[in-house]
């Protein structure tokens, strides 16, 4: 290497290095942005419609004769395909929560709620949900029509849960009977974990309505 050569190779090297140490600047000043980003809001509480009750006794055998049962998924109206939690602080106005959904969409968490009751009445040879393949002589279609709280001009709010049920001669295609259950129950608190709470209230006593509707039906032969 000659002198000419040597300045110039001199000159390559600190280049070189006052360019790693700027990526080093840039990558240091990415770091201290990131950690000035404000943090990721905290995840929603998840809730379901099952209170933990206990299953009750086995049924006693059904009667001869007793019609087999497959239940629907049940439908949901508009607005209540969704794990929102919805309340009215005014008539037809609907709100969510922000915090605070569902586990699943409502229809899907009342299934088996209702199928257990169902069960429970002893009324049917079989209770299927759907979809089953195997057929059956009656089918049990429901609609969610309402499941909201609703605030009043004073406390408590309530939590109102709406089904229409219709039992459905499979073989004829028939309909056997139908029937509207409209429920009301006031909430522990004004908040989203209250409207949960008279929620499962609600959903058990809605079962229980609707099981003993079906086995009726079933006890007059349609």
Do not use: H, K
Not at 146 to 163: D, H, K, M, N
């Amino acid at each position: 290497m000659n002198d000419q050569q040597a300045p110039m190779t001199r000159r390559t090297a600190l280049a070189g290095m006052a360019a790693v140490a700027g990526i080093g600047a840039t990558a240091l000043a990415g770091c201290s942005g990131a950690s000035l980003l404000p943090p990721p809001p905290p995840a929603p509480a998840l809730y379901g419609l099952d209170d933990g009750t206990p299953a009750t006794s086995p049924p006693a055998p059904p009667p001869a004769g007793a019609p087999s049962l497959l239940l629907s998924l049940p439908r949901a109206a508009a607005g209540l395909d969704t794990r929102l939690i919805a309340y009215q602080r005014q008539p037809l106005r609907t709100e969510f929560y922000a915090r605070s959904e569902w586990l699943d969409a409502p229809p899907r968490l009342l299934a088996p709620l209702l199928l257990r009751a169902l069960d429970a009445t002893g009324a049917f040879s079989a209770v299927l949900p759907a979809p089953a393949f195997t057929p059956t002589r009656w089918r049990l279609d429901t609609e969610l029509l309402r499941l909201q709280q609703e605030f009043g001009a004073a406390p408590p709010s309530q939590l109102r849960l709406t089904l229409r049920a219709t039992l459905i001669d499979s073989a004829g295609r028939r309909v056997l009977a139908t029937r509207e259950f409209d429920l009301r129950e006031p909430a522990p608190s004004e908040d989203a974990a209250g409207a949960v709470a008279a929620a499962r209230v609600a959903a058990q006593a809605l079962a229980r309505g609707l099981a003993g509707f079906c086995a009726e039906v079933a006890g007059r032969g349609g």
